[in-house]
């Protein structure tokens, strides 16, 4: 398995191999993206696609990263993760994006995701350090509203 980052100028011609595996993934953000929202972050440079291929040029798994500028701290945020074969091709992702991060000068691999990611990363030094609410807004809800 080999893992690539793909250039902005090739992505176009990746798209609908890795449409299902992006389409998937902008499910989970619960209308914050949808497909064509990451492609033009790919596309202008916001961010990075990331491909997981099979010998056969398959491919079986995509990340979308960007780097995260903190005061104290740089990150490779792992924006999108999706893919086939309960992400038998993690190993390879996390270490190519963990060379790409240190060469980056980042300190660190962020990422949030669906509970589900929690077990696909347990074994790589995952570390929960909080959890994304949200609360709608468009009605008044009942409920204690101290904090």
């Known amino acids: 398995m080999e ?8 992505v176009g011609g990746l798209w609908p191999q890795v449409f299902p595996h992006i389409s998937k993934a902008a499910e989970y953000t619960f209308g914050r993206y949808e497909p064509e929202d990451i492609l033009e972050a790919v596309l202008n440079g916001d961010a990075h696609l ?3 291929l099979e010998e056969d040029g398959s491919i079986t798994g995509i990340t979308v990263t960007r780097f995260w500028q903190y005061p104290r701290k740089r990150c490779l945020d792992m924006v999108f993760l999706g893919g086939d074969d309960g992400f038998a091709w993690r190993e390879a992702m996390l270490d190519t994006l963990r060379r790409w991060a240190r060469d980056s000068g980042c300190d660190a691999l962020e990422g949030s995701g669906r509970p589900g990611l929690a077990r696909a990363f347990r074994d ?18 009942s409920g204690d509203q101290n904090v």
């Open 3 to 10: 893992v690539s980052l793909v250039p902005a100028d090739l």
């Open 124 to 141: 790589d030094g995952y570390q929960l350090l909080w959890q994304v609410f949200e609360i709608s807004v468009g009605e008044a809800g």
């Open 50 to 52: 990331w491909v997981a």
